[in-house]
Nanobody, 122 residues
Framework: QVQLVESGGGLVQPGGSLRLSCAAS????????IGWFRQAPGKEREGVSC???????DYVDSVKGRFTISRDNAKNTVYLQMSSLKPEDTAVYYC????????????????WGQGTQVTVSS
Protein backbone atom coordinates (compact mmCIF):
# COMPACT_ATOMS: atom_id res chain seq x y z
CA GLN A 1 0.00 0.00 0.00
CA VAL A 2 1.11 3.51 -0.76
CA GLN A 3 1.15 5.85 2.19
CA LEU A 4 2.02 9.54 2.16
CA VAL A 5 2.59 11.43 5.38
CA GLU A 6 3.00 15.19 5.40
CA SER A 7 4.73 17.03 8.20
CA GLY A 8 6.29 20.38 8.94
CA GLY A 9 3.26 22.62 8.96
CA GLY A 10 2.54 25.16 11.62
CA LEU A 11 2.04 28.79 12.45
CA VAL A 12 4.53 31.26 11.03
CA GLN A 13 4.68 35.02 10.69
CA PRO A 14 4.65 36.71 7.30
CA GLY A 15 8.10 36.59 5.79
CA GLY A 16 8.98 33.43 7.64
CA SER A 17 9.91 30.01 6.34
CA LEU A 18 8.75 26.44 6.70
CA ARG A 19 9.86 23.18 5.20
CA LEU A 20 7.19 20.61 4.51
CA SER A 21 8.05 16.95 4.16
CA CYS A 22 6.19 14.21 2.36
CA ALA A 23 7.38 10.78 3.40
CA ALA A 24 6.32 8.08 0.99
CA SER A 25 6.13 4.38 1.69
CA UNK A 26 5.23 1.65 -0.73
CA UNK A 27 6.24 4.01 -3.50
CA UNK A 28 9.46 4.51 -5.40
CA UNK A 29 10.25 8.06 -6.39
CA UNK A 30 12.37 6.86 -9.30
CA UNK A 31 9.18 5.70 -10.97
CA UNK A 32 6.72 8.28 -9.81
CA UNK A 33 5.85 11.91 -9.50
CA ILE A 34 4.99 13.93 -6.41
CA GLY A 35 2.82 17.01 -6.34
CA TRP A 36 2.11 19.51 -3.60
CA PHE A 37 -1.39 20.97 -3.41
CA ARG A 38 -3.09 23.34 -1.05
CA GLN A 39 -6.64 24.20 -0.15
CA ALA A 40 -7.88 27.14 1.85
CA PRO A 41 -11.39 27.22 3.37
CA GLY A 42 -13.97 28.07 0.74
CA LYS A 43 -11.49 27.78 -2.10
CA GLU A 44 -10.70 25.14 -4.66
CA ARG A 45 -7.72 22.88 -4.30
CA GLU A 46 -4.73 24.40 -6.04
CA GLY A 47 -1.64 22.77 -7.43
CA VAL A 48 1.44 24.38 -5.91
CA SER A 49 4.43 22.44 -7.16
CA CYS A 50 5.45 19.10 -8.54
CA UNK A 51 8.49 17.02 -9.27
CA UNK A 52 8.60 14.24 -11.82
CA UNK A 53 10.50 10.98 -11.66
CA UNK A 54 13.12 12.62 -13.87
CA UNK A 55 13.51 15.55 -11.49
CA UNK A 56 11.62 18.07 -13.58
CA UNK A 57 9.91 20.65 -11.39
CA ASP A 58 7.12 23.13 -11.82
CA TYR A 59 5.47 25.81 -9.70
CA VAL A 60 2.35 27.87 -9.71
CA ASP A 61 3.20 31.48 -10.54
CA SER A 62 2.27 32.78 -7.11
CA VAL A 63 5.04 30.80 -5.39
CA LYS A 64 7.84 31.03 -7.96
CA GLY A 65 10.99 32.33 -6.39
CA ARG A 66 9.72 31.59 -2.90
CA PHE A 67 9.08 27.83 -2.83
CA THR A 68 11.44 25.05 -3.81
CA ILE A 69 10.52 21.42 -4.27
CA SER A 70 13.18 18.77 -3.86
CA ARG A 71 13.49 15.07 -3.21
CA ASP A 72 15.69 12.59 -1.43
CA ASN A 73 15.18 9.32 -3.25
CA ALA A 74 17.14 7.34 -0.67
CA LYS A 75 14.70 8.49 2.01
CA ASN A 76 11.66 8.36 -0.26
CA THR A 77 10.88 11.87 0.85
CA VAL A 78 9.90 15.01 -1.02
CA TYR A 79 10.27 18.45 0.49
CA LEU A 80 8.68 21.80 -0.10
CA GLN A 81 10.85 24.62 1.19
CA MET A 82 8.69 27.69 1.64
CA SER A 83 10.24 31.10 2.18
CA SER A 84 8.94 34.66 2.29
CA LEU A 85 5.58 33.30 3.34
CA LYS A 86 2.50 35.43 2.86
CA PRO A 87 -0.92 35.27 4.52
CA GLU A 88 -2.37 34.07 1.24
CA ASP A 89 -0.22 30.95 1.54
CA THR A 90 -2.39 29.86 4.46
CA ALA A 91 -3.97 26.52 3.60
CA VAL A 92 -3.89 22.82 4.23
CA TYR A 93 -1.04 21.44 2.17
CA TYR A 94 -1.29 17.97 0.68
CA CYS A 95 1.19 15.83 -1.13
CA UNK A 96 0.08 13.44 -3.80
CA UNK A 97 1.78 10.72 -5.79
CA UNK A 98 1.31 8.69 -8.91
CA UNK A 99 3.37 6.25 -10.89
CA UNK A 100 4.59 8.17 -13.89
CA UNK A 101 7.94 8.11 -15.63
CA UNK A 102 7.53 11.02 -18.01
CA UNK A 103 9.75 14.06 -17.98
CA UNK A 104 6.97 16.40 -16.92
CA UNK A 105 4.50 16.49 -14.07
CA UNK A 106 1.32 14.48 -14.57
CA UNK A 107 -2.16 15.92 -14.40
CA UNK A 108 -3.61 13.13 -12.27
CA UNK A 109 -2.48 11.71 -8.94
CA UNK A 110 -3.62 8.45 -7.44
CA UNK A 111 -2.44 8.67 -3.83
CA TRP A 112 -2.95 11.45 -1.32
CA GLY A 113 -1.78 12.30 2.14
CA GLN A 114 -3.93 13.69 4.93
CA GLY A 115 -2.49 17.18 4.79
CA THR A 116 -0.67 19.53 7.09
CA GLN A 117 -1.90 22.96 8.13
CA VAL A 118 0.16 26.01 7.26
CA THR A 119 -0.98 29.27 8.81
CA VAL A 120 0.77 32.53 7.98
CA SER A 121 -0.35 35.27 10.32
CA SER A 122 1.02 38.13 12.33
Amino acid sequence: QVQLVESGGGLVQPGGSLRLSCAASGFTLDYGAIGWFRQAPGKEREGVSCISSRGTTDYVDSVKGRFTISRDNAKNTVYLQMSSLKPEDTAVYYCAATYYTGSYCPSRYDYWGQGTQVTVSS
